[in-house]
Nanobody
Framework: HIELVESGGGSVQAGGSLRLSCVASGYIGSIGCMAWFRQAPGKAREGVAGIDSAGRTNYADAVEGRFTISKDSANESLYLQMNSLIPEDTAEYYC????????????????????WGRGTQVDVSS
């Protein structure tokens, strides 16, 4: 089992920055993919960024060039640096992990991930 706990959310004005963190514990050596997802009220959960065990990254088009995903080599911590935030980035952000590295790529659907944090809220005002 893997436990994930997010932090770093908050309120910021458009154009500002936030850095989200996710601490992983448990059988973290088995992790193949770690990712960030988000869900806005009334909308489906969507992939934001993913990083596999080799450090290869994948970004949603909506955040490419503004967000940067990173992690430590031990898979203990995952980060999401969010710059140039816009109101459309307002959502609950979730950390996710799975043993299958392929989940970081392809259709990048949330449905394949087995381990989830409880989320951290990000609010961007105009």
């Amino acid at each position: 089992h893997i436990e994930l706990v997010e932090s770093g959310g908050g309120s910021v004005q458009a154009g500002g920055s936030l850095r989200l963190s996710c601490v992983a514990s448990g059988y973290i050596g088995s992790i193949g993919c770690m990712a960030w997802f988000r869900q806005a009220p009334g909308k489906a959960r969507e992939g934001v960024a993913g990083i596999d065990s080799a450090g290869r990254t994948n970004y949603a088009d909506a955040v490419e060039g503004r967000f940067t995903i990173s992690k430590d080599s031990a898979n203990e911590s995952l980060y999401l640096q969010m710059n140039s935030l816009i109101p459309e980035d307002t959502a609950e952000y979730y950390c996710a992990a799975d043993t299958d590295a392929r989940f970081c790529f392809g259709d990048f659907s949330w449905q394949g991930f087995r381990y989830w944090g409880r989320g951290t809220q990000v609010d961007v005002s105009s």
